[in-house]
């Protein structure tokens, strides 16, 4: 059965930092593209970042870039979001998502195949 889990939310001050991960099991992260993704109530899921099967490209929201960093560590089954400078504007659920490979990233939600449960994101003004 595959699972994909998140953690590392909470509740930060603006421009303060955290790092959310996002661990995989029942699957190899390793030949997945993943992304995060974002919602708030009412609102449709919004794409945060992607990173390639190999690490070796990622993609970005206008709204994030220079501001947060995807990476991932294969050996760990694990992917990152380390997340700066944080806005009361990112208060979100966040979410991570996994696509079956072999496959380009995507910035569009219902191309991935695995999500977890998200978590919560809030940031304080």
């Known amino acids: 059965q595959v699972q994909v889990l998140e953690s590392g939310g909470g509740l930060v001050q603006a421009g303060g930092s955290l790092r959310l991960s996002c661990a995989a099991s029942?699957?190899?992260?390793?030949?997945?593209?993943v992304a995060w993704f974002r919602q708030t109530p009412g609102k449709e899921r919004d794409f945060v970042a992607a990173?390639?099967?190999?690490?070796?490209?990622?993609r970005y929201a206008d709204s994030v870039k220079g501001r947060f960093t995807i990476s991932r560590d294969n050996a760990k089954n694990t992917v990152y979001l380390q997340m700066n400078s944080l806005r009361p504007g990112d208060t979100a659920v966040y979410y991570c998502?996994?696509?079956?490979?072999?496959?380009?990233?995507?910035?569009?939600?219902?191309?991935?195949?695995?999500w977890g449960q998200g978590t919560q994101v809030t940031v304080s003004s």
């Open positions: 998502a996994a696509r079956n490979g072999p496959a380009p990233t995507s910035t569009t939600w219902y191309r991935y195949d695995y």
């Open positions: 029942g699957l190899t992260f390793t030949t997945y593209p």
């Open positions: 990173i390639s099967w190999d690490g070796g490209s990622t």
